[in-house]
């Protein structure tokens, strides 16, 4: 889509158009929560696998640590300021549901699962699902937020908050789909 065909799609910032992006990301996390919902339901009808495999050797152990914190990093750096327009946060997701899932494979699953449990995952995953698709419509509707000066960490309006937003959901997504895989098949 070039940005001049449809101006009135368009708030240009950065060289990005932010308001027609703004019509995408809705979807995404739409279609990422069918996702989850999809592997959650083929899964549902087989046994728990008896013998959990993961990781036991220190060497690789480290690494996996090692690298999730590295994710981790990654994964909050890209959710905060990693993109100036939409988009952002998905990347942020991925980064940080593979710092979950590096941890995953050199922890206990028990230990896995009751974090998942004790930190309410799975509503919290929905609450920011229900947030951003109401400031999604707020936004697209016409209601913005003040953009701040350029260079400033908090300057795209809306943006930043949807990142992050979507960045929570897709990693408490992927921690579930990996808590699943676990459960059902024994190793990721």
């Known amino acids: 889509m070039k940005?001049?065909?449809y101006p009135q799609l368009c708030l240009h910032r950065g060289g990005n158009?932010?308001?027609a992006s703004g019509y995408?990301?809705?979807f995404e996390v739409i279609v990422f929560t069918i996702s989850i919902m999809g592997a959650q339901f083929l899964l549902a009808n087989e046994r728990p696998f008896c013998t959990i495999y993961r990781f036991t050797d220190q060497p690789s152990i480290v690494l996996a640590q090692l690298g999730a914190t590295i994710a981790a990093i990654v994964g909050v750096e890209l959710?905060?300021?990693g993109h100036p327009s939409l988009g952002g946060g998905f990347?942020?997701?991925v980064a940080g549901g593979t710092a979950i899932g590096l941890v995953a494979i050199t922890s206990s699953s028990e230990w896995m699962e009751l974090i998942y449990q004790r930190w309410h995952a799975a509503t919290w995953e929905k609450?920011?699902?229900l947030v951003f698709i109401v400031l999604s419509v707020v936004t697209l509707v016409g209601?913005?937020?003040p953009h701040g000066e350029l260079g400033v960490l908090i300057r795209g309006g809306a943006v930043p908050l949807l990142n992050i937003l979507v960045a929570i959901k897709v990693a408490l997504g992927l921690w579930a789909v990996v808590l699943i895989f676990i459960r059902y098949q024994g190793l990721l």
């Open 127 to 129: 609450v920011s699902v």
């Open 17 to 19: 158009c932010l308001l």
């Open 79 to 81: 959710a905060i300021r």
């Open 143 to 145: 209601v913005e937020l």
């Open 91 to 93: 990347a942020a997701g």
């Open 3 to 5: 940005h001049d065909q």
């Open 24 to 26: 995408f990301s809705p």
